[in-house]
Protein backbone atom coordinates (compact mmCIF):
# COMPACT_ATOMS: atom_id res chain seq x y z
CA UNK A 1 0.00 0.00 0.00
CA UNK A 2 1.10 3.46 -1.02
CA UNK A 3 2.54 5.75 2.57
CA UNK A 4 -0.53 7.67 2.86
CA UNK A 5 0.11 10.25 5.29
CA UNK A 6 -2.90 11.50 7.44
CA UNK A 7 -4.26 14.50 5.58
CA UNK A 8 -7.90 16.22 5.63
CA UNK A 9 -9.26 18.63 3.33
CA UNK A 10 -12.26 21.51 3.57
CA UNK A 11 -13.40 24.22 2.29
CA UNK A 12 -9.98 25.61 0.80
CA UNK A 13 -7.69 23.98 3.69
CA UNK A 14 -5.90 20.95 3.62
CA UNK A 15 -4.87 19.80 7.14
CA UNK A 16 -1.52 17.79 7.89
CA UNK A 17 0.42 16.92 11.28
CA UNK A 18 -2.31 14.67 13.23
CA UNK A 19 -2.06 14.97 16.53
CA UNK A 20 -5.00 13.64 18.43
CA UNK A 21 -7.80 11.26 17.25
CA UNK A 22 -10.70 10.47 20.08
CA UNK A 23 -14.59 9.19 19.69
CA UNK A 24 -15.50 11.63 22.10
CA UNK A 25 -17.22 14.77 20.30
CA UNK A 26 -16.71 16.79 23.89
CA UNK A 27 -13.02 17.16 22.34
CA UNK A 28 -14.35 19.61 19.70
CA UNK A 29 -15.42 22.61 22.22
CA UNK A 30 -11.44 22.62 23.14
CA UNK A 31 -8.87 23.59 21.21
CA UNK A 32 -7.42 22.95 17.80
CA UNK A 33 -8.66 21.78 14.09
CA UNK A 34 -10.43 19.10 13.95
CA UNK A 35 -11.61 16.14 10.86
CA UNK A 36 -14.77 14.51 11.81
CA UNK A 37 -16.83 11.10 10.48
CA UNK A 38 -19.31 10.10 12.16
CA UNK A 39 -20.83 6.86 10.53
CA UNK A 40 -24.57 6.41 10.28
CA UNK A 41 -24.44 3.57 13.04
CA UNK A 42 -22.60 6.18 15.24
CA UNK A 43 -18.78 5.57 15.18
CA UNK A 44 -17.26 8.76 15.82
CA UNK A 45 -13.79 9.95 14.58
CA UNK A 46 -12.69 13.38 15.23
CA UNK A 47 -8.94 14.08 14.24
CA UNK A 48 -6.88 16.94 15.35
CA UNK A 49 -4.68 18.37 13.34
CA UNK A 50 -1.54 20.61 13.65
CA UNK A 51 -0.61 22.48 10.43
CA UNK A 52 -3.68 23.78 8.36
CA UNK A 53 -3.35 26.00 5.53
CA UNK A 54 -5.34 27.36 2.45
CA UNK A 55 -4.96 24.65 -0.48
CA UNK A 56 -6.74 24.50 -3.85
CA UNK A 57 -8.92 21.78 -4.99
CA UNK A 58 -6.38 18.89 -5.91
CA UNK A 59 -5.79 18.56 -9.40
CA UNK A 60 -6.76 14.74 -10.80
CA UNK A 61 -3.56 13.41 -12.78
CA UNK A 62 -4.39 10.87 -15.60
CA UNK A 63 -3.65 7.47 -14.76
CA UNK A 64 -3.44 8.28 -10.91
CA UNK A 65 -6.69 6.95 -9.54
CA UNK A 66 -8.18 3.62 -10.67
CA UNK A 67 -11.18 3.36 -10.02
CA UNK A 68 -13.95 0.33 -10.70
CA UNK A 69 -15.89 -0.10 -14.15
CA UNK A 70 -19.50 0.75 -14.26
CA UNK A 71 -20.11 -3.17 -14.68
CA UNK A 72 -18.08 -4.34 -11.18
CA UNK A 73 -20.76 -2.77 -8.54
CA UNK A 74 -23.13 -4.73 -6.44
CA UNK A 75 -25.74 -3.35 -4.59
CA UNK A 76 -27.35 -4.58 -1.24
CA UNK A 77 -30.51 -4.02 -2.51
CA UNK A 78 -31.40 -4.90 -5.99
CA UNK A 79 -34.37 -3.30 -8.21
CA UNK A 80 -36.64 -5.39 -7.52
CA UNK A 81 -35.40 -5.85 -3.67
CA UNK A 82 -35.94 -2.08 -3.17
CA UNK A 83 -38.86 -1.48 -5.38
CA UNK A 84 -40.84 -4.66 -2.98
CA UNK A 85 -39.41 -2.27 0.14
CA UNK A 86 -40.83 1.08 -0.75
CA UNK A 87 -44.28 -1.13 -0.95
CA UNK A 88 -43.43 -1.98 2.64
CA UNK A 89 -42.76 1.41 3.88
CA UNK A 90 -46.11 2.43 2.21
CA UNK A 91 -47.99 -0.10 4.27
CA UNK A 92 -45.93 1.28 7.48
CA UNK A 93 -47.66 5.14 6.23
CA UNK A 94 -50.87 3.00 6.13
CA UNK A 95 -50.64 1.65 9.81
CA UNK A 96 -49.81 5.60 11.18
CA UNK A 97 -46.07 3.87 12.23
CA UNK A 98 -44.07 6.78 10.30
CA UNK A 99 -44.96 9.46 7.80
CA UNK A 100 -41.80 9.62 5.82
CA UNK A 101 -38.78 7.03 6.01
CA UNK A 102 -35.32 6.89 4.15
CA UNK A 103 -34.56 3.91 2.03
CA UNK A 104 -31.10 3.67 1.02
CA UNK A 105 -29.00 0.65 -0.72
CA UNK A 106 -25.38 0.82 -0.42
CA UNK A 107 -22.97 -0.19 -3.99
CA UNK A 108 -19.67 -2.10 -3.60
CA UNK A 109 -16.89 -2.88 -6.34
CA UNK A 110 -13.34 -4.32 -5.45
CA UNK A 111 -10.76 -1.61 -6.21
CA UNK A 112 -8.27 -2.71 -9.68
CA UNK A 113 -5.16 -2.16 -7.73
CA UNK A 114 -5.97 -1.72 -3.70
CA UNK A 115 -2.39 -0.75 -2.84
CA UNK A 116 -2.08 1.74 -5.02
CA UNK A 117 -6.01 3.41 -3.98
CA UNK A 118 -5.70 6.96 -2.52
CA UNK A 119 -8.74 8.22 -1.65
CA UNK A 120 -7.46 11.79 -1.75
CA UNK A 121 -6.82 10.99 -5.87
CA UNK A 122 -10.63 10.39 -5.73
CA UNK A 123 -11.13 13.68 -3.90
CA UNK A 124 -9.27 15.00 -7.46
CA UNK A 125 -11.71 13.54 -9.31
CA UNK A 126 -14.82 14.63 -7.92
CA UNK A 127 -14.05 17.82 -7.32
CA UNK A 128 -13.74 18.28 -10.89
CA UNK A 129 -16.18 16.03 -12.60
CA UNK A 130 -18.89 16.76 -9.16
CA UNK A 131 -18.44 20.13 -7.42
CA UNK A 132 -20.09 20.33 -4.36
CA UNK A 133 -20.18 22.57 -2.10
CA UNK A 134 -19.75 20.59 0.99
CA UNK A 135 -16.73 18.33 -0.71
CA UNK A 136 -14.22 17.36 1.53
CA UNK A 137 -11.93 14.12 2.33
CA UNK A 138 -10.59 12.58 5.74
CA UNK A 139 -7.79 10.01 5.05
CA UNK A 140 -6.93 8.18 8.10
CA UNK A 141 -5.46 4.66 7.33
CA UNK A 142 -4.77 3.70 10.63
CA UNK A 143 -7.69 4.36 12.09
CA UNK A 144 -10.12 2.64 9.58
CA UNK A 145 -11.16 6.07 7.69
CA UNK A 146 -10.69 7.11 3.84
CA UNK A 147 -13.78 9.55 2.94
CA UNK A 148 -14.20 11.19 0.08
CA UNK A 149 -17.58 13.57 -0.23
CA UNK A 150 -19.25 15.44 -2.75
CA UNK A 151 -22.03 16.27 -0.52
CA UNK A 152 -24.56 19.09 -1.05
CA UNK A 153 -26.11 18.92 2.06
CA UNK A 154 -25.50 20.91 5.39
CA UNK A 155 -25.74 18.74 8.04
CA UNK A 156 -24.83 21.11 11.11
CA UNK A 157 -22.55 24.57 10.21
CA UNK A 158 -21.42 26.45 14.05
CA UNK A 159 -20.61 29.98 14.11
CA UNK A 160 -20.06 30.54 18.29
CA UNK A 161 -23.61 29.89 19.82
CA UNK A 162 -25.32 30.12 16.46
CA UNK A 163 -26.03 26.54 14.48
CA UNK A 164 -27.78 25.86 11.26
CA UNK A 165 -29.03 22.64 9.51
CA UNK A 166 -29.67 22.92 5.28
CA UNK A 167 -32.19 19.80 4.86
CA UNK A 168 -32.32 18.12 1.38
CA UNK A 169 -35.44 16.60 0.21
CA UNK A 170 -36.82 16.78 -3.62
CA UNK A 171 -34.67 15.23 -6.42
CA UNK A 172 -35.37 16.34 -9.90
CA UNK A 173 -33.63 16.09 -13.07
CA UNK A 174 -34.72 20.06 -13.62
CA UNK A 175 -36.85 22.29 -11.23
CA UNK A 176 -40.06 20.86 -13.33
CA UNK A 177 -39.65 17.33 -12.11
CA UNK A 178 -40.03 17.86 -8.83
CA UNK A 179 -43.40 17.14 -7.35
CA UNK A 180 -46.06 18.57 -4.70
CA UNK A 181 -44.84 15.09 -3.28
CA UNK A 182 -41.60 16.16 -3.33
CA UNK A 183 -42.21 19.67 -1.73
CA UNK A 184 -44.67 18.23 1.10
CA UNK A 185 -41.68 15.67 2.12
CA UNK A 186 -39.44 18.75 2.74
CA UNK A 187 -41.86 20.66 4.89
CA UNK A 188 -42.22 17.56 6.83
CA UNK A 189 -38.57 17.29 7.53
CA UNK A 190 -38.29 20.88 8.19
CA UNK A 191 -40.31 19.96 11.08
CA UNK A 192 -38.44 17.00 12.01
CA UNK A 193 -35.11 19.33 12.44
CA UNK A 194 -36.43 22.15 13.62
CA UNK A 195 -37.64 19.91 16.63
CA UNK A 196 -34.24 18.08 16.61
CA UNK A 197 -32.18 21.87 16.99
CA UNK A 198 -34.87 22.67 19.51
CA UNK A 199 -33.70 20.10 21.93
CA UNK A 200 -30.03 21.73 22.23
CA UNK A 201 -31.25 25.42 21.07
CA UNK A 202 -32.23 28.25 23.40
CA UNK A 203 -36.06 28.38 23.19
CA UNK A 204 -37.71 30.47 20.86
CA UNK A 205 -34.76 30.87 19.00
CA UNK A 206 -35.42 27.86 16.47
CA UNK A 207 -36.43 29.52 12.50
CA UNK A 208 -36.78 29.00 9.07
CA UNK A 209 -35.08 31.40 7.12
CA UNK A 210 -35.48 29.90 3.89
CA UNK A 211 -38.53 27.14 2.84
CA UNK A 212 -38.04 24.53 -0.22
CA UNK A 213 -35.50 26.67 -2.28
CA UNK A 214 -34.92 25.12 -5.78
CA UNK A 215 -30.89 24.60 -5.61
CA UNK A 216 -29.00 23.49 -9.24
CA UNK A 217 -26.29 20.66 -8.97
CA UNK A 218 -24.31 18.74 -11.68
CA UNK A 219 -26.66 17.14 -13.21
CA UNK A 220 -29.81 18.01 -10.84
CA UNK A 221 -31.65 19.98 -8.80
CA UNK A 222 -32.55 19.55 -4.91
CA UNK A 223 -35.20 21.43 -2.89
CA UNK A 224 -33.05 23.03 -0.39
CA UNK A 225 -34.28 24.74 3.35
CA UNK A 226 -32.67 26.57 6.06
CA UNK A 227 -33.46 25.87 9.78
CA UNK A 228 -30.81 28.07 12.45
CA UNK A 229 -31.35 28.52 16.04
CA UNK A 230 -29.09 29.52 19.26
CA UNK A 231 -27.77 27.00 21.37
CA UNK A 232 -28.44 26.49 25.01
CA UNK A 233 -26.41 27.27 27.49
CA UNK A 234 -24.50 24.50 28.36
CA UNK A 235 -25.07 22.99 25.09
CA UNK A 236 -21.77 21.85 22.96
CA UNK A 237 -20.72 19.77 20.18
CA UNK A 238 -21.59 16.24 22.41
CA UNK A 239 -24.86 17.97 23.07
CA UNK A 240 -25.54 18.70 18.62
CA UNK A 241 -24.86 14.98 17.95
CA UNK A 242 -27.08 14.14 20.83
CA UNK A 243 -30.25 16.22 19.70
CA UNK A 244 -29.50 15.81 15.88
CA UNK A 245 -27.88 12.60 14.84
CA UNK A 246 -28.41 10.94 12.62
CA UNK A 247 -29.60 13.53 10.07
CA UNK A 248 -33.49 13.90 9.81
CA UNK A 249 -33.22 13.77 5.66
CA UNK A 250 -32.15 11.04 5.62
CA UNK A 251 -34.09 9.62 8.18
CA UNK A 252 -37.69 10.04 8.33
CA UNK A 253 -40.33 11.20 10.48
CA UNK A 254 -40.90 10.58 13.22
CA UNK A 255 -37.25 9.62 13.41
CA UNK A 256 -37.69 7.00 16.37
CA UNK A 257 -39.86 4.72 14.04
CA UNK A 258 -38.16 5.83 10.45
CA UNK A 259 -34.90 4.51 12.11
CA UNK A 260 -36.40 1.35 12.77
CA UNK A 261 -37.95 0.64 9.88
CA UNK A 262 -34.54 1.37 8.14
CA UNK A 263 -32.80 -1.19 10.60
CA UNK A 264 -35.60 -3.84 9.05
CA UNK A 265 -35.69 -3.28 5.78
CA UNK A 266 -31.92 -2.69 4.80
CA UNK A 267 -29.19 -5.08 4.03
CA UNK A 268 -25.79 -3.24 4.47
CA UNK A 269 -24.37 -0.90 6.98
CA UNK A 270 -25.05 2.28 5.72
CA UNK A 271 -21.08 3.79 7.02
CA UNK A 272 -19.64 7.12 6.78
CA UNK A 273 -23.24 7.50 4.15
CA UNK A 274 -25.96 9.33 5.78
CA UNK A 275 -23.56 9.99 8.75
CA UNK A 276 -22.05 13.61 9.69
CA UNK A 277 -18.61 14.41 7.58
CA UNK A 278 -16.84 17.82 7.86
CA UNK A 279 -14.24 19.47 9.93
CA UNK A 280 -14.49 22.15 13.17
CA UNK A 281 -12.23 24.59 14.25
CA UNK A 282 -12.35 24.67 18.42
CA UNK A 283 -10.11 27.70 18.74
CA UNK A 284 -12.91 29.79 16.28
CA UNK A 285 -16.05 28.34 17.83
CA UNK A 286 -16.87 27.36 14.02
CA UNK A 287 -17.25 24.22 11.95
CA UNK A 288 -19.41 22.91 8.91
CA UNK A 289 -20.45 19.50 8.80
CA UNK A 290 -21.94 18.07 5.55
CA UNK A 291 -24.48 14.71 5.87
CA UNK A 292 -22.41 12.36 4.07
CA UNK A 293 -24.56 11.93 1.05
CA UNK A 294 -22.37 11.54 -2.70
CA UNK A 295 -19.54 9.93 -0.35
CA UNK A 296 -17.27 7.04 -1.20
CA UNK A 297 -15.38 5.00 1.34
CA UNK A 298 -12.56 2.58 0.86
CA UNK A 299 -12.75 -0.67 3.62
CA UNK A 300 -9.65 -2.43 3.64
CA UNK A 301 -10.53 -4.76 6.38
CA UNK A 302 -12.61 -8.05 5.85
CA UNK A 303 -12.81 -11.17 4.15
CA UNK A 304 -13.67 -9.89 0.98
CA UNK A 305 -10.34 -7.81 0.50
CA UNK A 306 -10.28 -4.01 -0.04
CA UNK A 307 -13.74 -2.21 -1.21
CA UNK A 308 -14.68 1.16 -2.44
CA UNK A 309 -18.34 1.58 -1.35
CA UNK A 310 -21.03 4.52 -2.29
CA UNK A 311 -24.51 4.64 -1.05
CA UNK A 312 -27.33 5.96 -2.93
CA UNK A 313 -31.36 6.32 -1.56
CA UNK A 314 -34.53 8.10 -1.66
CA UNK A 315 -37.16 9.38 0.48
CA UNK A 316 -40.15 7.33 1.18
CA UNK A 317 -43.87 9.17 1.66
CA UNK A 318 -47.46 7.62 0.68
CA UNK A 319 -47.38 9.66 -2.72
CA UNK A 320 -44.23 7.63 -3.70
CA UNK A 321 -44.43 6.11 -6.94
CA UNK A 322 -41.58 2.56 -6.61
CA UNK A 323 -40.25 2.53 -10.16
CA UNK A 324 -39.89 6.29 -9.45
CA UNK A 325 -38.11 6.29 -6.26
CA UNK A 326 -35.67 3.37 -7.93
CA UNK A 327 -34.99 5.61 -10.82
CA UNK A 328 -33.94 8.28 -8.26
CA UNK A 329 -31.36 6.27 -6.36
CA UNK A 330 -29.86 5.55 -9.80
CA UNK A 331 -30.14 9.46 -11.23
CA UNK A 332 -27.94 10.07 -7.81
CA UNK A 333 -25.06 7.34 -8.24
CA UNK A 334 -25.19 7.77 -12.00
CA UNK A 335 -22.88 10.77 -12.23
CA UNK A 336 -20.61 10.11 -9.29
CA UNK A 337 -20.13 6.34 -10.44
CA UNK A 338 -18.87 7.52 -13.77
CA UNK A 339 -16.33 9.65 -11.96
CA UNK A 340 -15.35 7.07 -9.97
CA UNK A 341 -14.48 4.88 -12.50
CA UNK A 342 -12.10 7.26 -14.04
CA UNK A 343 -13.98 7.68 -17.34
CA UNK A 344 -15.92 11.06 -16.87
CA UNK A 345 -13.67 13.43 -18.15
CA UNK A 346 -13.24 16.97 -16.37
CA UNK A 347 -13.48 18.93 -19.18
CA UNK A 348 -16.95 18.24 -19.50
CA UNK A 349 -18.38 18.92 -15.94
CA UNK A 350 -21.39 21.42 -16.81
CA UNK A 351 -22.20 22.78 -13.63
Given at each position: ?231 ADGAGWAEL ?47 ELAVGIRTF ?20 TWGSDPERE ?26
Amino acid sequence: MLDQVPLARFGGLVASDLRDVTSDPAALDSTGWWAVVVDFEGRTVCARFGDIRPAPAPQPEPGRWRGPAATDWTSSLDRAGYIARVRRIREYIAAGEVYQANLCRVLTAPLPEPAAADIDELSALLAHGNPAPYAGTVRLPAHGVEVATASPELYLRRDGRTVESGPIKGTGRTAEDLLEKDHAENVMIVDLVRNDLGRVCATGSVTVPALCAVEPHPGLVHLVSTVRGELADGAGWAELFQGTFPPGSVTGAPKSSALRIISALETAPRGPYCGGIGWVDADRGTGELAVGIRTFWIERTGPDGPLLRFGTGAGITWGSDPEREWAETELKASRLLAVASGAYEPSTTGR
